[in-house]
């Protein structure tokens, strides 16, 4: 069945590091991807999006590019701040009713 | 665009008890979708509304559950003799089309005593 797997955490770096978040899909037909973020305390927040493949999404430094051969979307930042820290979803949301399969998260610590 | 709005934000019942959940999506948005997100999991689909009509129910919505979107506007999600199982944050995100993001409430947390 269609499912979203991301890598394990917590992460945990220090301000200024590079961030790679992996994730990978499996799903019928041509999915939109997503990534999520859940601040402490507060609602899920769309980061980003990509409808089709080769896509980049980005937003506030982050990226993610819709890899349709790999079946992946991993999110990249190139310098992580403090305020960075949260949880992370990657999601796939089906063509049909646009419903969103969730990877389980992965939670994002970044340190002075 | 006042954002989806969810009520209450916190439930605490006892076993056994019905409990109503209530959404107010983005005011022109058409679909309508409820999740369930339990502790260090991601969120997982319940159902979702096209308008008024309830096009799709995952098998996680037992007969206990019930949702409606009457005049396709807010919806509610009823859970009828709540179970310790019950116990999770349920999620409200509504969106313009299908291929357009969802947006997403600040969920209700449900605790079942």
């Known amino acids: 069945g269609d499912s979203v797997t991301q890598m394990e955490g917590p992460v945990t770096l220090s301000e200024e590091a590079f961030l790679t978040i992996n994730c990978t899909y499996t799903?019928?037909?041509?999915?939109?991807l997503f990534w999520y973020v859940q601040y402490p305390g507060e609602g899920l927040q769309l980061l980003l999006k990509?409808?089709?493949?080769?896509d980049k999404g980005s937003n506030k430094g982050f990226e993610a590019t819709y890899r349709k051969e790999t079946t992946s979307f991993h999110l990249e930042k190139g310098s992580v701040q403090v305020s960075d820290s949260a949880v992370y979803f990657c999601?796939?949301?089906?063509?049909?009713?646009?419903?969103?399969?969730f990877g389980q998260g992965t939670t994002l610590q970044v340190k002075p | 665009d006042t954002g989806v709005s969810q009520d209450p934000r916190h439930k605490i019942t006892k076993r056994g008890q019905n409990v109503t959940f209530r959404c107010d999506p983005i005011?022109?948005?058409?679909?309508l979708y409820w999740y369930r997100q339990t502790l260090g999991q991601g969120p997982e689909f319940l159902t979702y509304?096209?308008?008024?009509?309830?096009?799709?129910k995952s098998r996680l919505l037992s007969d206990r559950f019930s949702a409606e979107r009457p005049k396709g506007s807010f919806s509610t999600l009823e859970i009828q003799r709540t179970e310790q199982g019950d116990s999770a944050m349920y999620l409200c995100?509504?969106?313009?089309?299908?291929?357009?993001?969802?947006?997403f409430g600040d969920g209700t947390r449900l605790s079942i005593l």
């Open positions: 995100a509504s969106s313009l089309d299908v291929e357009v993001a969802q947006h």
């Open positions: 799903a019928t037909g041509y999915p939109s």
């Open positions: 990509a409808t089709k493949a080769d």
């Open positions: 999601a796939h949301g089906s063509s049909n009713t646009g419903k969103l399969i």
């Open positions: 005011s022109e948005h058409n679909r």
């Open positions: 509304f096209q308008n008024e009509a309830q096009l799709e």
